[in-house]
């Protein structure tokens, strides 16, 4: 690992919003990253998200977006640990997760897919795998909408209610104009 991307991650604290402003300048011109870096830099910049909304700034939900989509441009390599991520936090930074997943297009979409027959069990997980669908902007996100209303008669009314919203949204998002 370059030592530049060692010095980051050390001096990366991400309770502070200079500290991940400079982390987030700084990585946006390196350019030759490894995929070791890639997802080094990938975990400790996604410890902003579950900060992000308790640090009492209004900044920090800006730079969570901001660290989405820097995520995101790492490329698809980053979406297995993000994907794992986004289904063991909490509702609220899985949004962040979530939105990650959905700034990588098709290749987040498909891997959402392949792997929704693993959680249909496990309520919480699915609730976030639901609402990460909902953010999908693609037009191949439409091929979802069946399988989240298969999802919705649920005896757990969180997951049939966040069903109905990703319906909504997506239908609502991808409406003919």
Request: aromatic content about 6%.
């Amino acid at each position: 690992m370059k030592d530049q991307v060692q010095q980051i991650i050390q001096n990366l604290d991400v309770r502070s919003e200079e500290s991940v402003t400079n982390a987030l300048d700084t990585v946006k011109v390196i350019t030759d990253l490894d995929l070791e870096e890639k997802l080094a830099l990938t975990k400790a910049l996604s410890e902003v998200f579950f900060l992000a909304h308790h640090t009492g700034s209004t900044a920090m939900p800006k730079l969570a977006v901001r660290t989405e989509k820097r995520i995101a441009k790492f490329g698809p390599e980053m979406i297995p640990f993000v994907f794992e991520e986004m289904v063991e936090c909490d509702s609220e930074t899985a949004v962040y997760f979530g939105q990650t997943l959905a700034r990588n297009g098709v290749d987040g979409l498909e891997y959402i897919i392949t792997k929704l027959g693993d959680y249909q069990t496990r309520e919480h997980d699915l609730i976030n795998l639901i609402q990460a669908l909902s953010y999908f902007k693609i037009p191949e996100a439409t091929k979802v909408i069946p399988v989240i209303l298969n999802m919705a008669p649920q005896s757990n009314h969180q997951v049939t209610s966040m069903a109905l919203y990703a319906v909504g949204r997506l239908v609502q998002t991808h409406q003919p104009s």
